[in-house]
């Protein structure tokens, strides 16, 4: 079946360190892959997508590339900041359904 | 800067009460989701729609939950009766399904908090 595996948080980080959460997927065909971000308090939002293959998304210093070979899509920022400290959710849908599949989400500290 | 909206934001109500979650999705958008978050379980999907028509609703309970959609502006989440572990948080979330072209992402409403006493 199609599921999605992320590293458990919480993460704890020091400002400016390099981050990377790792997300791995199973799914039949060609799924498009997401990552989503809920700051304390707030709703889920869009943080970065990938369609296909070897696509990379980027937003806010973000970055993730769609791996089929490995079927990842790990999330990556050079330098974090105390902003950053949120629940990160790594997501797959499925296109012949539209169905949506989230990973447990982890949890970022960023220490100032 | 079209957004989906929920009413109530925050309803506190005692066991054995109905409870209706409204939502209304960005407008032109097919596919509308339901979640329920809490600490213990994290997200769940609990039911969506494509074209107003439920496509999956397994991750509810079927006992005392129903969803719909009465026309395309609203999606309702329905609970009778209440039981205090239904107490979390619940999301509305629209997109535009496959096969429209879209990138398929969400958008996600600011949830509607839910305490059963």
């Known amino acids: 079946g199609n599921s999605v595996t992320q590293m458990e948080g919480p993460v704890t980080l020091s400002e400016e360190a390099f981050l990377t959460i790792n997300c791995t997927y199973t799914?039949?065909?060609?799924?498009?892959l997401f990552w989503y971000v809920q700051y304390p308090g707030e709703g889920l939002q869009l943080l970065l997508k990938?369609?296909?293959?070897?696509d990379k998304g980027s937003n806010k210093g973000f970055e993730a590339t769609y791996r089929k070979e490995t079927t990842s899509f790990h999330l990556e920022k050079g330098s974090v900041q105390v902003s950053d400290s949120a629940v990160y959710f790594c997501?797959?849908?499925?296109?012949?359904?539209?169905?949506?599949?989230f990973g447990k989400g982890t949890r970022l500290h960023i220490l100032p | 800067d079209a957004r989906v909206t929920q009413t109530p934001r925050d309803k506190v109500t005692e066991m054995g009460q109905e409870v209706t979650m409204r939502c209304q999705p960005i407008?032109?958008?097919?596919?509308v989701f339901w979640y329920r978050q809490t600490m213990m379980q994290g997200l769940e999907l609990l039911a969506y729609?494509?074209?107003?028509?439920?496509?999956?609703d397994s991750g509810m309970p079927k006992d005392r939950f129903s969803a719909e959609m009465p026309d395309a502006t609203l999606a309702t989440l329905k609970i009778q009766p209440s039981e205090p572990r239904d107490s979390a948080v619940y999301f509305c979330?629209?997109?535009?399904?496959?096969?429209?072209?879209?990138?398929?992402?969400?958008?996600f409403g600011p949830g509607t908090r839910l305490t059963v006493l």
């Open positions: 979330a629209s997109g535009l399904g496959s096969g429209t072209g879209s990138h398929n992402e969400q958008f």
């Open positions: 799914a039949t065909g060609y799924p498009s």
């Open positions: 990938a369609t296909k293959a070897d």
């Open positions: 997501v797959l849908r499925r296109l012949r359904d539209d169905k949506i599949i």
């Open positions: 407008l032109g958008h097919n596919t």
């Open positions: 729609f494509r074209n107003r028509a439920p496509l999956d």
